[in-house]
């Protein structure tokens, strides 16, 4: 399964920004489709996850500013990101864990700044 990345650019501080992930197949309606980040000179690290029956969760960071959801027609999960801290900065990714196996988007990069 090939993921597509977009949505990511340039924001100021509590700006808003929809990363959208399109997967090639349709496998999202039973399949784990997590977001990750990796800010420079950092490891990557979960951001938030929705299970194949909707359920979500977040890392404390984001909870109640992200919102991760999920559109089973188009094959395609998105992250709905508001008040955006400086500290967001960084390149996105999402993975989808399905019966194919597991794959990652390409990232997209995205910066709070002023």
């Known amino acids: 399964v090939q993921l597509q990345a977009s949505g990511g650019g340039l924001v100021e501080p509590g700006g808003s920004l929809r990363l959208s992930c399109a997967a090639s197949?349709?496998?999202?309606?039973?399949?784990?489709m997590g977001w990750y980040r990796q800010a420079p000179g950092k490891q990557r690290e979960w951001v938030a996850t929705?299970?194949?029956?909707?359920?979500?969760a977040y890392t404390d960071s984001v909870r109640g500013r992200f919102t991760i959801s999920k559109n089973n027609a188009k094959n395609t999960g998105y992250l709905q990101m508001n008040s955006l801290k400086p500290e967001d900065t960084a390149v996105y990714y999402c993975?989808?864990?399905?019966?194919?196996?597991?794959?990652w988007g390409q990232g997209t990069l995205v910066t709070v700044s002023s």
């Open positions: 993975r989808l864990l399905s019966r194919l196996g597991t794959s």
């Open positions: 197949e349709s496998i999202f309606s039973n399949s784990v």
């Open positions: 929705i299970t194949s029956d909707g359920t979500t």
